[in-house]
């Protein structure tokens, strides 16, 4: 073995031997101390109170606002967001429990838990103005929760990972791909044209009608 992959080998394994130790073997009066913490919800808030929210990935943000017809992309380009994105999102927000609090890690640690450099980090405001962080890591040995770090908080905090999930995406995935965003009941006309020729339709009370090439009724379920 190469002496350079023997060192990070090494470093590996004493990561693991720190993760190891703050989540199985640590003293019992953490066990004691932090068993309160199963139904601590991370922040008092419902998903409607999520008015702003802040994504960094990979060194990049992505701003979300909502506004009166939905949630917008303001940065890094103005676009409509994924309504459903946004709302699993806030949603996840609001439900997020704290499962467990490991002690607060010496910053040399804080890699294990993949917190030296977060795989998301989430800010966001609520309409009265409070501000909040999230900062998610790796995984726990579970896969079933991840690491994260609350409001800024020097512990580690254990959270489901539905948020970690619904957060960590590109800009592309949370971009509305409706080509048009109208409501079907609004829609009094329209042409449709191809190479057979065009065909315009309108309508007509609670009816549809054909009126080019000629005037029929149309079957309103087709239209």
Same mark, same amino acid.
């Given at each position: 073995?190469?002496?350079?992959?023997?060192?990070?080998?090494?470093?590996?394994?004493?990561?693991?031997?720190?993760?190891?130790?703050?989540?199985?073997?640590?003293?019992?009066?953490?066990? *004691?101390? !932090? &068993? +309160?913490? $199963?139904?601590?919800?991370?922040?008092?808030?419902?998903?409607?109170?999520? %008015?702003?929210?802040?994504?960094?990935?990979?060194?990049?943000?992505?701003?979300?606002?909502?506004?009166?017809?939905?949630?917008?992309?303001?940065?890094?380009?103005?676009?409509?967001?994924?309504?459903?994105?946004?709302?699993?999102?806030?949603?996840?927000?609001?439900?997020?429990?704290?499962?467990?609090?490991?002690?607060?890690?010496?910053?040399?640690?804080?890699?294990?838990?993949?917190?030296?450099?977060?795989?998301?980090?989430?800010?966001?405001?609520?309409?009265?103005?409070?501000?909040?962080?999230?900062?998610?890591?790796?995984?726990?040995? *579970?896969? !079933? &929760? +991840?690491? $994260?770090?609350?409001?800024?908080?020097?512990?580690?905090?254990?959270?489901? %990972?539905?948020?970690?999930?619904?957060?960590?995406?590109?800009?592309?995935?949370?971009?509305?791909?409706?080509?048009?965003?109208?409501?079907?009941?609004?829609?009094?006309?329209?042409?449709?044209?191809?190479?057979?020729?065009?065909?315009?339709?309108?309508?007509?009370?609670?009816?549809?009608?054909?009126?080019?090439?000629?005037?029929?009724?149309?079957?309103?379920?087709?239209?």
């Amino acid at each position: 073995m190469k002496k350079s992959t023997g060192i990070v080998f090494l470093i590996a394994l004493i990561l693991g031997a720190c993760v190891y130790y703050f989540e199985v073997k640590r003293p019992a009066t953490s066990n *004691t101390a !932090n &068993s +309160a913490d $199963a139904s601590k919800p991370a922040f008092t808030i419902s998903s409607d109170d999520v %008015n702003a929210v802040t994504l960094n990935r990979d060194g990049a943000a992505t701003r979300f606002v909502r506004q009166v017809d939905g949630w917008q992309i303001t940065q890094p380009v103005p676009a409509r967001a994924d309504q459903g994105a946004l709302e699993g999102i806030s949603t996840d927000l609001a439900m997020l429990h704290v499962e467990r609090t490991l002690p607060a890690p010496a910053p040399a640690q804080l890699a294990s838990f993949g917190l030296a450099k977060p795989a998301v980090e989430i800010d966001f405001t609520t309409k009265s103005g409070a501000k909040h962080s999230l900062q998610l890591g790796n995984k726990d040995y *579970t896969g !079933n &929760s +991840a690491y $994260a770090i609350v409001d800024g908080a020097k512990s580690v905090a254990i959270v489901g %990972n539905s948020i970690l999930t619904s957060a960590d995406k590109p800009l592309d995935d949370f971009r509305d791909h409706t080509v048009l965003n109208f409501m079907s009941a609004a829609a009094s006309s329209f042409d449709l044209k191809n190479e057979s020729g065009e065909v315009t339709v309108a309508k007509n009370g609670d009816d549809w009608k054909i009126e080019k090439p000629r005037e029929l009724k149309a079957d309103n379920d087709s239209v």
